[in-house]
């Protein structure tokens, strides 16, 4: 069989354009495929569980851009409440509730309804 030609008005590019086209097509997906891989990490969620009158874990260290969610195990509402910075207000029991950190930085929060409930946020 012989190869087909062009279609009329279609010109076939060099064999040696084709090498480099192909040649820059791998080079951005290995510059996308490192930068996925060497640096910018995705977001992640963490998990605060209020539980005995206790958050668990005290002290939790968060990136920027990740998200922490308070689920409230106890059978009494509570909050999540860190002055001028976040408030939950009330979480339920059985009730969860979700903060985005966008600022660097180490919170402490408190619960309003329990005052000796108290832990740390640490933003990185």
Same mark, same amino acid.
């Given at each position: 069989?012989?190869? /087909?030609?062009? !279609?009329? *008005? %279609? @010109?076939? &590019?060099?064999?040696?354009?084709?090498?480099?086209?192909?040649?820059?097509?791998?080079?951005?997906?290995?510059?996308?495929? /490192?930068?996925? !891989?060497? *640096? %910018? @990490?995705? &977001?992640?969620?963490?998990?605060?569980?209020?539980?005995?009158?206790?958050?668990?874990?005290?002290?939790?260290?968060?990136?920027?851009?990740? !998200?922490?969610?308070?689920?409230?195990?106890?059978?009494?509402?509570?909050?999540?409440?860190?002055?001028?910075?976040?408030?939950?207000?009330?979480?339920?029991?059985?009730?969860?509730?979700?903060?985005?950190?966008?600022?660097?930085?180490?919170?402490?929060?408190?619960?309003?309804?329990?005052?000796?409930?108290?832990?740390?946020?640490?933003?990185?």
């Amino acid at each position: 069989m012989s190869p /087909q030609a062009p !279609a009329r *008005g %279609a @010109e076939r &590019a060099p064999r040696g354009d084709r090498r480099r086209f192909l040649a820059a097509i791998g080079a951005a997906a290995g510059l996308a495929w /490192q930068g996925r !891989a060497g *640096g %910018a @990490e995705a &977001a992640k969620t963490h998990r605060v569980v209020i539980r005995g009158l206790k958050y668990q874990p005290e002290s939790l260290v968060v990136r920027r851009g990740d !998200a922490v969610v308070w689920v409230n195990d106890d059978p009494m509402p509570h909050t999540v409440t860190s002055a001028g910075d976040f408030d939950s207000r009330s979480i339920d029991p059985g009730q969860s509730w979700r903060f985005v950190t966008r600022r660097a930085g180490t919170y402490h929060y408190v619960c309003t309804l329990h005052s000796n409930m108290r832990a740390t946020l640490q933003v990185d």
